[in-house]
């Protein structure tokens, strides 16, 4: 070989590189721990157990990559959705959500970028601590401090060789905090304490390396340390305490410093025991009850809500005259057993299951609704109708609730749907990650998908925009669902308790056996919750679909007393209904008083809300004695008739009908806007309601009442009371005045006769009619339930 080819070194290139090869030959030696298989144990010399009663010291007992730092990384918020932990990662480096995958951690960390991130031969020159400690330029800013705690267990591992596991490692079984329930003064501070448990019956102090967050940090703070700060306004709210995948939820209460009256709660009248339950926790915390709501406030109130419509003017003179001290409770009974009762509620039900028309098509939608109130109808116990609905079979176009199947086409998308309507349970996030606020994993959401991995389907499938085809839904003898990560089949499992599968049966009948049990307190909770909220203005766990420890009942002994009450009654809802709509709570005022104008989770007092979008637009037809004509329903037909968003209407578009194209479930937000103020005020369709010649303005005009009676009607109709006597004064002279000056003037000018003067006189009357009208429907007292 030539000497161009092969050039000489001289000493002093062979002596650098003598010595960079020896640092190699180290650096390789430590990195043999680091690059080791992480399902097997690390060496002897540094696999000791823990010990777990204290945080371990740089050099003294071994790290555990698990238990020692993973935590550090989760307290200081690397793993977090808005960092690493996210779904493409931060700058190149991607942690798992919260931890929730150790392997996948380690091996970003250790093996990833070509093991840059760690230095063992000098620890605190490693990448993953300079940047945490902001030595070098890290987007999220000093996470640790030089020479903290946290920096002696992440330097102390590195310096260890980085060891997956160590020899008998525990694992981590539960996570408590000390003290759950805090009653704090204003202004008042406390302190959490975390305390981790291990399989080895160890058990330490986290509460350092504890991430914190409150519901309502207005009501109490919480910093990083887990201390507690109460604000200054009496209230209550939940603090979230999560140490890796363990979530534990302490309760915080801040009552009135000024004590109600000696004895105040004794003295209020108790119908059953949603007063008892409901009474017990304000007095708890200082908060006074609003006084009783008039008879004519009761009275609209339970027409809106169990039957969806106002009560007519006669209906409302006969409830309010009538002495029958029983009057409240055969007032219900009689509503129960309305017609209008199954439209209003299958119309509600009908938010959560209709599915996009476009998608399934429009006939599958109209047999999804026919079934829907089928069930309300023939008053279906509810566990038979979740029952029904999760094992439906056979064609689209004979039994509605298989649409249910047409628009879910996949095991996780109809898991998703039947765990948060029939459970409360949102399982959506552990589709990709382990739930942040829940305990359930990526294991928990496919295993509970696959109850639904049997589900076939014959047909042509969908064909949006039209998808007008007939579709078939059978159990299939093949099916699977596997874990997205591991490839794993899982069997069929629900999220708690057992239900196995019978040879040869559908898995669907397992899991709706197991859904509907008396021993799942989730099914009738979330039922009796949705219920709540429809009736009371906001539900005892809100949003009303989302039971979560991290997400407490307000009041958690009347949430469970009502579904225990439920499931007695064999899960009739006419019978819940009548429980609630008869306890003294619901027929409070909405007016608060100086010691509950803060209250929003107790039920103090009734909580106002806009009526629903169908229930506000047959109140319009009601008291113009007019109705609106629907595409593709029969004439005179009913708002919450309606049986698809495809048919138009800006009225219910207006006041908060769901988008056709939204999936469901569709729970509504009762929240007014402007735009709904300037429709009433404005519309050409509404005005001509008011003055339409068949309506009530002109029959009222065209009568031969008083002023007085007319007036009369008209409070009745459309605020269900009578008016009092300003408004009665005011109304009925705008009413004798147009009158007699219709008169006087036609007098003057004409002299034809009394036929011409009373048609002149009408005129006049019904003019001022159709004001008052178009006044009193564009008031708060007409659009909200008082």
Not at 132 to 137: G, N, S, V
Not at 142 to 154: C, D, M, N, T
Not at 588 to 600: G, K, Q, W, Y
């Amino acid at each position: 070989m030539s000497d161009r080819l092969s050039p000489r070194l001289s000493p002093i290139h062979i002596a650098i590189v003598a010595t960079l090869l020896g640092i190699i030959h180290q650096s390789t030696a430590g990195l043999g721990k680091v690059f080791a298989d992480p399902t097997q144990p690390a060496s002897a010399s540094s696999a000791n157990q823990p010990n777990h009663s204290e945080s371990p010291k740089q050099a003294q007992s071994p790290v555990s990559f698990e238990l020692d730092v993973q935590p550090i990384l989760a307290a200081q918020g690397c793993n977090a959705g808005a960092c690493h932990g996210k779904q493409r990662g931060q700058n190149g480096f991607q942690l798992s959500l919260l931890g929730f995958d150790s392997n996948f951690d380690y091996d970003a960390i250790v093996r990833q970028a070509r093991g840059r991130r760690l230095t063992i031969r000098a620890p605190e020159s490693s990448l993953l601590v300079q940047k945490a400690t902001a030595e070098l330029p890290h987007g999220g800013g000093r996470k640790i401090e030089v020479g903290s705690l946290a920096y002696q267990i992440l330097t102390a591992w590195i310096r260890q060789g980085a060891p997956r596991q160590l020899e008998d490692e525990p694992t981590l079984t539960s996570v408590e905090i000390a003290k759950t329930d805090f009653l704090l003064k204003p202004s008042e501070t406390a302190q959490l304490s975390v305390l981790a448990r291990f399989s080895d019956g160890s058990e330490r102090d986290v509460t350092s390396m504890t991430g914190y967050l409150s519901n309502d940090a207005a009501i109490t703070s919480v910093d990083a340390t887990g201390k507690l700060v109460a604000g200054p306004i009496p209230g209550e709210t939940a603090v979230m305490a999560r140490y890796m995948n363990h979530i534990c939820v302490a309760n915080v209460s801040i009552p009135r410093t000024t004590a109600l009256p000696e004895g105040f709660y004794d003295q209020q009248p108790r119908a059953n025991f949603i007063d008892d339950l409901v009474h017990d926790k304000l007095n708890q915390l200082q908060i006074q009850v609003s006084d009783p709501a008039s008879e004519s406030t009761f009275l609209r109130r339970v027409y809106t809500d169990v039957i969806g419509r106002a009560p007519t003017a006669n209906e409302a003179r006969e409830f309010l005259e009538s002495q029958d001290p029983d009057k409240r409770e055969r007032l219900v009974d009689q509503l129960l057993d309305q017609p209008e009762y199954i439209d209003h509620w299958a119309n509600q039900w009908a938010d959560l299951l209709r599915p996009n028309p476009y998608r399934v098509g429009i006939k599958a939608v109209l047999n999804y609704d026919n079934w829907i109130r089928q069930q309300f109808r023939e008053n279906v116990p509810y566990d038979e109708f979740a029952r029904r609905l999760i094992t439906a079979k056979g064609s689209t176009w004979h039994n509605g609730a298989v649409t249910l199947f047409r628009d879910r086409r996949s095991p996780d998308e109809v898991a998703t749907l039947v765990s948060q309507l029939f459970l409360g349970v949102r399982l959506e996030c552990a589709k990709c990650h382990h739930h942040p606020f829940e305990k359930w994993s990526q294991h928990d959401f496919y295993s509970f998908a696959a109850y639904f991995g049997r589900v076939g389907r014959k047909g042509k499938g969908l064909s949006p925009p039209i998808s007008g085809g007939e579709e078939i839904v059978y159990v299939s003898t093949k099916g699977s669902v596997k874990h997205p990560v591991t490839d794993e089949v899982l069997p069929p499992s629900p999220l708690f308790g057992t239900a196995e599968v019978a040879e040869g049966s559908d898995p669907r009948e397992a899991l709706a056996e197991w859904m509907t049990s008396p021993d799942n307190e989730y099914f009738a909770q979330v039922h009796v919750n949705r219920v709540w909220a429809q009736l009371m203005g906001r539900g005892i766990v809100d949003p009303v679909d989302d039971l979560r420890s991290t997400n407490p009942p307000s009041n958690p002994r009347l949430l469970d007393a009502l579904a225990e009450h439920f499931q007695q009654s064999g899960f009739d809802q006419k019978d819940l209904i009548k429980t609630i709509v008869l306890s003294n709570v619901y027929s409070l005022s909405s007016v608060p008083n100086e010691t509950n104008a803060a209250d929003r989770l107790n039920h103090s007092r009734h909580y106002r809300h806009r009526l629903r979008a169908e229930v506000l637009a047959q109140a319009v037809a009601d008291v113009t004695e007019t109705s609106e004509s629907f595409s593709g329903l029969a004439p005179e037909s009913r708002a919450n008739q309606v049986w698809t968003h495809r048919i138009d209407s800006t009225f219910l578009d207006t006041f908060g009908r769901p988008d056709e194209n939204k999936d469901p479930p569709c729970e509504r937000i009762p929240d007014s806007s402007v735009t709904q103020t300037l429709h009433l005020m404005n519309s050409r369709e509404l005005d001509a309601r008011v003055r339409s010649d068949s309506g009530r303005a002109a029959r009222l005009a065209n009568s031969d009442l008083t002023p007085a009676d007319i007036v009369t009607d008209l409070y009745l109709a459309i605020f269900s009371r009578m008016p009092n006597d300003e408004e009665r004064s005011y109304a009925e002279t705008l009413i004798r005045d147009s009158s007699e000056n219709t008169a006087s003037k036609d007098n003057t000018a004409n002299q034809s006769g009394e036929k011409e003067q009373k048609e002149t006189t009408d005129e006049g009357r019904r003019r001022v009619m159709e004001d008052l009208m178009w006044a009193m429907m564009n008031s708060p007292e007409f659009i909200i339930q008082n």
